[in-house]
T-cell receptor, first 112, second 113 residues
Framework: DGGITQSPKYLFRKEGQNVTLSCEQNLNHDAMYWYRQDPGQGLRLIYYSQIVNDFQKGDIAEGYSVSREKKESFPLTVTSAQKNPTAFYLC???????????FGSGTRLTVV | AQSVSQHNHHVILSEAASLELGCNYSYGGTVNLFWYVQYPGQHLQLLLKYFSGDPLVKGIKGFEAEFIKSKFSFNLRKPSVQWSDTAEYFCALGSDNFNKFYFGSGTKLNVKP
């Protein structure tokens, strides 16, 4: 079955450490996105990529980095510069944005 | 600036009650509007979408939404809710060039059996 796989489902990180969240899709979608979901704030766009080797900052990119070396993969690194990293992170993809997104199941990151 | 507002943060209804969730947007270009649903422990799923044409859009599971341009609104409705509709609902706006989606803060719906 085609879809988006995010791993791990739960992740714990010590303060000061970088951590990378995985997002893989086998839908042959061109565009991929990373969102952060916080209670009462909805989804906020971190980074997005429309094609391989190209990506753009979203609304809250500070403290995050991404890469898009392959069409199928769009990993997100939460760096130690991110002041409030504890959140639920959602990856999404689309072939034509007008059709809407397909979402992954998310990764819940907790900084301890 | 583009934005999406959902004013109802938490709605509690009994089964068979009618539902209307508000969504207002601010955007200067051509609007593409969506409603997504997130059932407990599950992925976000697309409920329905509006691009153009008939402003009354029908989606899955008996949901519908009406685009009212003069009110900048895209409210979600269902005539009779079920316990299985308990979920969080997000309104979203797609930008002109489809580079970005803007999401509202979400509405948690709790349907009492």
């Amino acid at each position: 079955d085609g879809g988006i796989t995010q791993s791990p489902k739960y992740l714990f990180r010590k303060e000061g450490q970088n951590v990378t969240l995985s997002c893989e899709q086998n839908l042959n979608h061109d565009a991929m996105y990373w969102y952060r979901q916080d209670p009462g704030q909805g989804l906020r766009l971190i980074y997005y990529s429309q094609i391989v080797n190209d990506f753009q900052k979203g609304d809250i990119a500070e403290g995050y980095s991404v890469s898009r070396e392959k069409k199928e993969s769009f990993p997100l690194t939460v760096t130690s510069a991110q002041k409030n990293p504890t959140a639920f992170y959602l990856c999404a993809s689309s072939i034509l944005q007008a059709d809407g997104y397909t979402f992954g199941s998310g990764t819940r990151l907790t900084v301890v | 600036a583009q934005s999406v507002s959902q004013h109802n943060h938490h709605v509690i209804l009994s089964e068979a009650a009618s539902l209307e969730l508000g969504c207002n947007y601010s955007y200067g270009g051509t609007v593409n509007l969506f409603w997504y649903v997130q059932y407990p422990g599950q992925h976000l799923q697309l409920l329905l979408k509006y691009f153009s044409g008939d402003p009354l859009v029908k989606g899955i599971k008996g949901f519908e939404a009406e685009f009212i341009k003069s009110k900048f609104s895209f409210n979600l409705r269902k005539p009779s809710v079920q316990w299985s509709d308990t979920a969080e609902y997000f309104c979203a706006l797609g930008s002109d060039n489809f580079n970005k989606f803007y999401f509202g803060s979400g509405t948690k719906l709790n349907v009492k059996p």
